[in-house]
């Protein structure tokens, strides 16, 4: 009878998470959904006409409303042509590494995927929340989802943002490494007595700004010039802090008038900022070894030679050979060229980090002329420009005391560096 006939009901994908398959009996059907319940209100057979055809017909518009004739909204990706070529590149080689981690015990694959781990997780999110809004959105053309799917386009919308945001953070770290602690150093350049003044200026201004994040303060040398600096050097503890001080590197030029002058004067002051050195770690993956041993020749007859007690050891990744004959035994001799492999190492470590430090150095100080400027703090005209990336902003006094406007121009050129590295990632990728 048609009393006993039951119904099912089944939803897109998008929707699963709302509703599971629901087994409709004839007395009722499914009219409305509450997205705060999550249950679904029905109502009496008695109140309905026709169950029978249009039930039916309600089942066969959900399982083909994607294919409806009506227009549907797209879901808008936030990301730039530039990020997602980068985030594609990373996706493909994310997923090569992976396979070449389970199957070979590659150690590059292996950092690879440690380092983009996390960057691969959130945008695999992103472009699942992406692919749920096409889904919901293209049911907003049918009367009976359209409340729902509004509801629900509403909620994956917010978590789209989430997520881009955290593919943004994800993108600097990996572009850039913004963890560790800084060492911050600042020197008068061109200027005399005015580039003392500011170089104070700029001192207070980043101290501060240290203080209101909770970061730690610790001066390492200081050289006074009068009521003026001519160089401190400091280090900078606390979370992200390299991240926050990372474009300050560079050459700043202010322009204005002294106290005892009428003539606008034009001074630099030179920005250093460095990751502080870590305690260097030396790990050698055995995986990475290919050991050999061979008779031991020299001094001491019959007794070494007759024995293949002589250890020869190859570090693939540096192309270091190793070799040690000290003993007869030839697992004492293995670990005396592991010994020997781990200082060589260390040491090749050591004088790259110090070149790159003093590369790095000078690189920002350039030589503290007034054309070799990053930045320019105009009194004249109230603006501070950064000449990097051709962005500005009014108002410096509220700037040099106020530490959440210190934190907006930050966070513009931040943004801007992202995209023009992305862009150079992006074309090299093309070629």
């Known amino acids: 009878?048609?009393?006993?006939?039951?119904?099912?009901?089944?939803?897109?994908?998008n929707l699963s998470r709302v509703s599971t398959f629901r087994r409709i009996p004839s007395e009722q059907i499914l009219t409305k959904?509450?997205?705060?319940?999550?249950?679904?209100?029905l109502r009496p057979f008695s109140q309905q006409q026709n169950l029978l055809t249009s039930s039916t017909a309600m089942c066969r518009r959900h399982a083909h409303v994607?294919?409806?004739?009506?227009?549907?909204?797209?879901?808008v990706d936030m990301l730039t042509s530039d990020q997602r070529s980068y985030l594609e590149r990373i996706k493909k080689d994310y997923q090569s590494s992976l396979e070449a981690t389970l199957h070979k015990h590659s150690t590059p694959a292996q950092r690879f995927v440690n380092k983009f781990a996390d960057l691969h997780n959130a945008y695999s999110a992103y472009c699942a929340i992406l692919q749920d809004m096409a889904e919901c959105s293209s049911m907003l053309s049918d009367p009976d989802m359209q409340e729902l799917a509004k509801a629900e386009l509403s909620s994956l919308t917010t978590q789209l943002e989430e997520a881009y945001r955290e593919i943004e953070g994800e993108i600097s770290e990996t572009l850039h490494p913004t963890r560790g602690d800084v060492i911050l150093e600042l020197r008068m350049a061109t200027g005399g007595l005015e580039s003392s003044l500011f170089t104070n200026e700029l001192k207070v201004v980043y101290q501060?700004?240290?203080?209101?994040?909770?970061?730690?303060?610790?001066?390492?040398?200081?050289?006074?010039?009068?009521?003026?600096?001519s160089r401190i050097?400091?280090?900078?503890?606390?979370?992200?802090?390299?991240?926050?001080?990372?474009?300050?590197?560079?050459?700043?030029r202010v322009q204005r008038i002294p106290v005892n002058d009428t003539r606008v004067h034009t001074s630099t002051v030179v920005v250093i900022v460095m990751l502080k050195p870590e305690d260097l770690q030396i790990d050698i993956n055995p995986y990475d070894l290919v050991v050999k041993y061979a008779r031991s020749s020299g001094p001491?007859?019959?007794?070494?030679a007759s024995t293949f007690s002589k250890c020869i050891m190859l570090h693939k990744p540096s192309g270091r050979t190793i070799t040690s004959q000290a003993t007869r035994a030839a697992d004492q001799n293995k670990l005396d060229c592991l010994a020997k492999l781990h200082n060589v190492l260390l040491h090749e470590e050591l004088n790259a980090r110090d070149s790159d430090y003093e590369r790095k150095q000078k690189q920002q100080a350039m030589n503290g002329d007034r054309s070799d400027k990053i930045r320019t703090y105009s009194y004249k005209t109230d603006r501070i420009t950064d000449h990097r990336y051709k962005v500005s902003t009014a108002g410096i006094e509220d700037y040099l005391s106020n530490p959440s406007k210190f934190m907006g121009f930050h966070e513009t050129v931040s943004r801007h560096w992202?995209?023009?590295?992305?862009?150079?990632?992006?074309s090299d990728l093309s070629k």
Not at 233 to 252: D, K, L
Request: net charge negative.
């Open 300 to 304: 001491g007859g019959q007794g070494v």
């Open 418 to 426: 992202q995209l023009g590295k992305l862009a150079e990632l992006a």
């Open 208 to 229: 501060n700004l240290a203080m209101s994040l909770g970061y730690s303060w610790k001066v390492l040398e200081e050289d006074r010039e009068g009521e003026g600096l």
């Open 1 to 13: 009878s048609v009393s006993r006939t039951m119904f099912f009901t089944a939803f897109p994908r």
């Open 33 to 41: 959904a509450s997205r705060d319940s999550r249950t679904f209100i």
């Open 233 to 252: 050097e400091v280090e900078i503890s606390g979370p992200g802090a390299y991240s926050i001080f990372q474009f300050e590197g560079g050459v700043h």
């Open 66 to 75: 994607q294919h409806s004739a009506c227009k549907t909204v797209a879901p």
